[in-house]
Every structure is written in C-alpha cells, then in structure tokens.
C-alpha cells in the first residue's frame, strides 16, 4: 500500500519544497558536484509527493543551473555556473587550462565540402567553392563543454585539411598559422540539433548558447565557426583581447 502524501503545512507549493530541500543537500555539500541523484521514483517515495512534483522540481532546478540531466542516464549536481569567455578570440584549450580543468577533444569530422550559399556568404566566396568543414567537440574533466562546427576558407589556410587535431585544436593551429585581425560575433539561445545534443550529453529540449564568430586577416574571412555550448553551465563576459581565431 502507498505511503500517503506528506502533508502541505508550510502553504508554499509542494515542488518548492522538494526544491528547497534538494538545493539544501547541494548546498550543504552531501551531495557534491557530479553526485548522482536519486531517480524521480526514489525521490518520490522519500518525499512523498507525486512524480509530477518531482519532475517539475528537477526541470526548474536544471534550468536555474543546479541539477544536469543527461538523457538516459539521470540526473547530476552540476558544477557551479563557468564564466566562459566565449567573446573572447582564444584557445579554448587555455581557457580550461586556466581555470584548472583538463581539455580533452575528439574530432566528429574533417573534410573538405561545397560550400552552401549561406557558408559561401560568410566567408565570402562563390556558393559551391571547396571549403574545409570541421566539427570537434571539446571535454572539460571529462564533461561535453562546446561543440566547434567550423568552415574554413582554403585560399586563406590551404593546410588546415590535412591537420589531425588530435593534439592541437583547430582554435590554435589558426592561429599560429594566419593570425587574425578582426573579430565578429553573434550570440543567440537555440535549440540543439539531435547530434549537437548527444555530443553535449544533453536532450534536445534543453536551451544552448550558440555563438556564430567570423575571423578576418588582412580583409579576407579566414574562418566561420558556430560554438554551442550547454546553455544550463555557463554564462558569458566579454574582454577585448589580441590572437586567436
């Protein structure tokens, strides 16, 4: 037989009390960052409230940036909120680096394509020019942080199709090989596609940040590349600096 519900005696709504007691173990530190939590049927019987509660407690709680929901998996107290300097044009690498986590990548794809009329305009070339398409996915400790869906203009980097990137990201070979000196941003909240969500780790349902960065030398676009990030984790500052693509 069901336990019966718990009793409502504080008049607030039932899913912030299962807020308000979640948050409380995170914060107190018995259920630290990367901590699974218990599945919605366990969190249901110990509280005793209704799978809708629960749910609608965890949806919040990941949206404000305190619970990461992998699909499939379950649900994991997030780290604390990265400020993540993705205005600024560097390696993504040293930003990780910095802040004492460890980078690892893995290359999703590198081949040379025609480009569609929207990549042409961007690098601003004729609509089914050759250009160099890469997608890489970059870890911090481990955890999917940014996917790097990048075209680059062959004119301008004629070696950037034969490189690996097993050891060096895209970010810093273009750098070291045409440095920039202009810099365009757009930032804007999406809505992953399928597989920029599986290679976050994250469903599809959840908001992303996305930033679309053109890098220019010498007046010609060197590079067009969209950065999506797991919109739950991060935040953005913005610093003008020099170098990096």
């Known amino acids: 037989m069901p336990r019966p519900k718990a009793p409502n005696i504080t008049g607030e709504p039932r899913y912030l009390s299962v807020k308000r007691m979640i948050t409380s173990r995170i914060f107190n530190g018995d259920w630290p960052p990367h901590y699974k939590i218990p599945s919605e049927s366990a969190l249901v019987a110990e509280f005793r409230v209704s799978r809708m509660t629960v749910n609608r407690a965890l949806r919040e709680l990941t949206m404000e940036g305190v619970v990461m929901r992998m699909q499939g998996v379950g649900s994991f107290v997030?780290?604390?909120?990265?400020?993540?300097?993705?205005?600024?044009?560097?390696?993504?690498?040293?930003?990780i680096l910095a802040r004492g986590g460890v980078?690892?990548?893995?290359?999703?794809?590198?081949?040379?394509?025609?480009?569609p009329a929207a990549i042409a305009a961007a690098l601003q070339i004729e609509a089914g020019s050759t250009v160099f398409h890469s997608?890489?996915?970059?870890?911090?400790?481990?955890?999917?942080?940014q996917v790097e869906d990048r075209f680059v203009n062959p004119e301008v980097v004629p070696g950037y199709g034969a490189?690996?990137?097993?050891?060096m990201t895209p970010s810093r070979y273009l750098n070291m090989t045409v440095?920039?000196?202009?810099?365009?941003h757009q930032v804007e909240a999406i809505l992953p596609a399928v597989t920029e969500a599986e290679w976050l780790g994250i469903s599809p349902a959840d908001p992303c940040l996305q930033i679309r960065r053109r890098t220019f030398a010498g007046g010609r676009v060197v590079t067009f590349v969209r950065l999506i990030f797991?919109?739950?984790?991060?935040?953005?500052?913005?610093?003008?600096?020099?170098g990096g693509a």
């Open 103 to 115: 980078h690892s990548m893995q290359l999703i794809a590198l081949a040379s394509v025609s480009a």
């Open 135 to 145: 997608i890489v996915v970059h870890y911090e400790n481990g955890v999917p942080l």
């Open 179 to 184: 440095p920039w000196t202009l810099a365009e």
């Open 163 to 167: 490189q690996d990137f097993s050891s």
């Open 78 to 95: 997030a780290e604390p909120k990265l400020t993540s300097t993705v205005l600024e044009v560097q390696n993504i690498a040293d930003e």
């Open 230 to 242: 797991g919109g739950a984790r991060y935040r953005i500052e913005s610093r003008q600096v020099l």
